[in-house]
């Protein structure tokens, strides 16, 4: 591989990781439909052919998400690929898979009509254990892990990442609380900060990476 095919590599790069995360939030969506409706189903003891054949839609819809993605993932790969790279991917697909499970315990715990996951509304002792257990466990260990394989250019983007959004947390924060006391806006929701947080890391993140 010449080193033009290194430089043009990014920029091919940034179009799979778009397709990429686009395929994964289809998948995570479809899984959540998937457990949703199938335990919604159970529930109602409905057996029916109508049921079954939505079923099976949802389940070849999510099957074509995860084909298509396994299929953006290995086209166009480069010929040589780190091997700190390798493990660095699988470490993030492993965090990706976490969210997934904690979505599966919320569904279990609370019911497929619950918005639990989404609001602010009391929840079991059990439930709160256990998700606590992977994001205060699990989570950190594979972090851990993850940084410690990553090599300098990596971790150079994830620095860069982090800063920019904590100088957006910075300025969100305090201005959604005092705009709260003010009566201009709803009082603050942390988690919708912390999503916004994870956003604008994650497009930083792909920026730095692959532009």
């Known amino acids: 591989m010449t080193q033009t095919d290194y430089d043009d590599a990014p920029k091919n790069g940034l179009g799979r990781a778009v397709l990429l995360t686009l395929g994964a939030i289809a998948v995570l969506f479809l899984s959540g439909v998937l457990i949703g409706f199938a335990m919604a189903a159970i529930e109602d003891g409905n057996a029916s052919v109508k049921v079954f054949g939505i079923l099976a839609v949802i389940i070849a819809l999510l099957a074509a998400s995860l084909y298509g993605s396994w299929k953006v993932w290995i086209k166009d790969r480069p010929e040589m ?19 997934v499970v904690i979505g599966v315990i919320f569904s279990v715990f609370e019911g497929p009509n ?35 394989t990553v090599d300098e250019h990596e971790a150079s983007v994830y620095r860069e990442s982090a800063s920019i959004s904590l100088h957006v947390y910075v300025f969100i924060a305090p201005s959604w609380w005092l705009a709260a006391r003010a009566g201009w806006v709803p009082e603050q929701d942390p988690m919708i900060v912390l ?4 956003i604008v890391w994650s497009i930083a993140w792909i920026y730095r990476k692959y532009v």
Do not use: C, D
């Not at 690929?81 to 969210?99: C, P, Y």
């Not at 999503?195 to 994870?198: G, K, L, P």
């Open 114 to 148: 619950s918005n639990a996951l989404f609001s602010n509304e009391p929840i079991s002792g059990t439930l709160a254990t256990a998700v606590l257990l992977f994001w205060l466990v699990f989570v950190p260990v594979l972090s851990w892990i993850w940084w410690k």
């Open 81 to 99: 690929i780190a091997q700190s790279e390798r493990k660095s991917r699988n470490l993030m697909f492993a965090l990706a898979g976490v969210g």
């Open 195 to 198: 999503a916004i947080v994870f």
